[in-house]
């Protein structure tokens, strides 16, 4: 490229009406030219060749992707991942933010993931290592879109659990259980205390647990446990399957009792999510398989905010998420962004509530509470519950008790005395020690 095709790929925000515009924020290492570089990375993304050979015009007022604006954070020695790329020069570590026009995609998840992470974002030349940091939508952009049916409010309002988080549990073992047992396990949980009981993401609809049987059962054990407990229960049931069962299993398991669905977003497709929503009578809960494969390297693929963002978008009342701790292998900013993502203003799209998740206990409670900085979110033990040493009952009930132990500023110790299933959490963590 000259210098001034180069310069028609760089943008103020004040030359742009930015309502018609994505922002983009990418982490960039940037080999030889960097102006030079980021003309084919916006180029790459949006028109490519920008007219037509004898003709006098120039598509890029209007369909091309700017940058609007660029630090240079230095210059490396080598790039931070052995990539694979032909370009030579000095190589800089840059962000970068670019507007790109909506109008190029539409209100299409998968066109949109197209332009922003596809082919012209990773195979750019000069380009070798990138990473999307985050996407902002415009008001006029978000306005196409329902968003959540439900949101934190609405699942609030069908458990009738307000001023404090929402107690998940993922039955365990998560493989082999027959419906029957599947059934008396997550009923023994409700007893305790709990709020939703969960299939696992990995339980899908097979051969020995079909949905059909399992949802029946689970519905059946969930009337009893609201009839013996007074208080409104969640069956979970995960749907995730082909496509084109998707309206299909939704069916089934809500006909027969499941009162919210679980569904691996990433897996089935955005727009998948985006279509269920939209069919969808109970609230739609997501699973966050496949985003550590992308989101995991610190300056190579996608954050996970941006999966957040965009699963909130096509309409999941509630998000789960890599949480706190060792166990999930995930930064505590990265959690709290994900955190932020469900819960900050977006438009007129209703917020979602947060599940970090990963090797929770009653041990785990108050330390979840204190890093979220409010009770708008879930809590999701599985063996924590399931694995408790009194059973499931006794599993449910410690969680409730060390909610009421944070709730009176009440230390665990203190609180368990008098309080067996509780106790044995805290006597197990002290013998370890």
Known sequence: MNTEDIKGFFASREQLDMADYLTLDYYLECVGDIETALAHFCSEQSTAQWKRVDHDEDFRPKYAARVISLTIEGELEALSYPVVHFETGPIHACRVTIAHPHRNFGAKLPNLL??????????TPGVPVVKLLDIGFPEAYLRAFDGPKFGIDGIRDLLQAYDRPIFFGVVKPNIGLSPANFAEIAYQSWLGGLDIAKDDEMLADVDWSSLIERSRVLGEARARAEKETGEPKIYLANVTDEVDRLLEQHDIAVSNGANALLINALPVGLSAVRMLARHT??????????IAAFSRMEKYGVHSRVMTKLQRLAGLDSIIMPGFGSRMMTPEEEVKDNIAECLQEFGHIRRSLPVPGGSDSALTLETVYRKVGSVDFGFVPGRGIFGHPMGPRAGAMSIRQAWEA????????????????LEVMVDGINRKK
């Open 406 to 421: 944070i709730e009176q500023g009440i230390s665990l110790e203190t609180y368990a005395v008098g309080r067996p299933e």
């Open 281 to 290: 009578k109970v609230p739609l809960i997501g699973h966050f398989p496949f």
């Open 114 to 123: 197209t332009a922003v992470c596809g082919e012209g974002v990773f195979f």
